[in-house]
Each structure stands twice: as C-alpha cells, then as structure tokens.
C-alpha cells in the first residue's frame, strides 16, 4: 500500500531528505529555507513516533522519526513550496504558542478549527474530514448503542483540550470523566474498566480498534449522534500569508489522493496499546 501511495503520488510529493536537529534538544527556527511543522507525534494515524525509517518518516531527533497522514500532508506541502520539511515534536497544549511566537511556521496534527482557536491563529480549508465515533470495549453493554444518550449514565471520557472532551455534555446525565493527554493513555483507561467509552474520530477509532482485539467501534444513526465539526485544518500565525499558498495547494489535492494517504497511514501505523 505504501509503495501504491508514492506512485500515486509521484508527480506531487518528491523523496529527497529532510534534515533533523542534530540532537535531541535542538530546537529547529524556522526560516526562508524550511518549513517547520508542529506536531503530537503521538496521534496515529494522523502522527506517531517511529524509531524505523521509511519513505514517509521524516527525524526529530538522532534516534526517532516522525509518521502518518500528516506528516505527509506537511511533506507535501514543503515540496510545493520549495522548502525543506521540519518537523517538531512537542505536546498539543503547546502548538498554539509556538506557531503564535514563531518557533513553528504551521500545525499540522488534526485540529480542528474552532471559534476559541481562531482567535490565536488562521486556519487554511479543512485538509481531512472524518467522522465522530465512539470506542467501547467489545463486550460492554454499550457496543450495541445507536446513539450517544444510550451512553446516559456511562463513563465517557475524551482528549485533554479538544473538542472530543468538550462534546461528551452533550450526552444527558452522562459521567464526564477528567480527561487523559493522549489516546494510548485513553485506551489502557478504557481497557481497565475505569471508562466505558471514549470519544475520537474515525480513522484514530480505526487503528485502535486494530490493535487491540476487545476494542469496538460504534457509530451512530443519523440525527443521533454528536453535533460537531469533524474536519481538519492547518493553523498558522494571525495574518499569515502562507494561508493562501496552503489552501491553493490543498485545492490541487484530490480526494482520491487523501483518502489513499490515510488509508496507507493506517497500514503502517504502530499499536495503540
């Protein structure tokens, strides 16, 4: 699948290397020649960290590299525009103020654009929509749900900071659990009985469910479901004017060619357990 993407992409993505910091706390400055991209490294299959390299990764230190969906979004977006990729690892409360104090040129780690976040940055045209799901154990009494209220009284809990830990009062009489950093944390909560069911997209739904074979999905009918904006954006500083550039790029991108990224991410994302 991975090679299928490459040919597919041929004519949009080229192959030569990326530079890293040339130790695990340098810290990369953007510049005319780079672009530096701000990521989790730790939200498959949108990025994970990876100690083995391949094609698509791209170093952010001497020892691991960094994969998935958006790092080859960002790959492609450098090679549009003549630059060469840098990718930042650091935590998600972080990203806002370093694209803010322009220690990253651009976010790219499946945010979502929402009115509290566009007051700190700009956000080009969505460049993923997915869907919103829910992940429970296979066999919980809520694997058969149909909506969220038939979560009413179950433990849900979501992602620190976002949108899929804000959604969960959505759900009448539900027992908002404090919520984790990240999904690998989410999952051994959820695995261990502390959690009935956590909120997440569908592709992170996806290779959670993968990896781990008492996991399940469930989605919901239509009009049952959470109200919420499922796509995803690159944010930028204020007045950026790389968000014009960006959005052009992303017009250029088929769907076919995004749907095909992710679908090879999620065949060479790790286990989320």
Not at 134 to 142: A, H, L, P, T
Not at 204 to 228: K, M, P, R, S, T
Not at 236 to 258: C, F, H, M, P, Y
Request: hydrophobic share 40%.
């Amino acid at each position: 699948m991975r090679k299928l993407l490459f040919v597919l992409l041929a004519s949009l993505l080229a192959t030569g290397c990326t530079s890293a910091p040339t130790d695990d706390n340098a810290t990369p400055t953007p510049n005319a020649d780079t672009f530096t991209v701000g990521m989790e490294c730790n939200y498959a299959p949108f990025n994970w960290t990876t100690l083995d390299e391949n094609e698509s990764t791209v170093a952010v230190s001497s020892v691991d590299y960094c994969d998935g969906y958006d790092v080859v979004i960002a790959q492609h977006i450098a090679d549009e525009l003549d630059k060469e990729l840098v990718i930042k690892k650091m935590s998600w409360d972080g990203l806002e103020p370093a694209v803010n104090s322009g220690e990253i040129d651009a976010i790219i780690a499946g945010m979502t654009n929402t009115p509290e976040r566009a007051k700190n940055a700009d956000f080009t045209d969505p460049y993923y929509e997915s869907e919103m799901v829910m992940i429970v154990r296979k066999d919980s009494e809520y694997a058969s749900a149909t909506s969220i209220n038939d979560f009413s009284g179950a433990t849900v809990l979501g992602q620190m900071n976002t949108m899929y830990d804000d959604v969960i009062d959505q759900i009448e009489g539900v027992d908002h659990a404090v919520p984790l950093a990240n999904y690998p944390v989410m999952i051994f909560s959820l695995q261990s009985n502390d959690a009935d069911a956590l909120t997440a997209e569908l592709p992170v739904a996806l290779g959670a469910v993968a990896a781990n074979d008492d996991l399940a999905i469930v989605h919901f009918e239509e009009g049952q479901g959470f109200v919420a904006d499922t796509t995803v954006s690159i944010g930028l500083s204020l007045g950026n004017d790389l968000v014009a550039q960006i959005n052009q790029i992303l017009a250029n991108l088929s769907e076919e060619t995004r749907t095909q990224i992710m679908l090879d991410a999620q065949e060479r994302q790790p286990s989320m357990n």
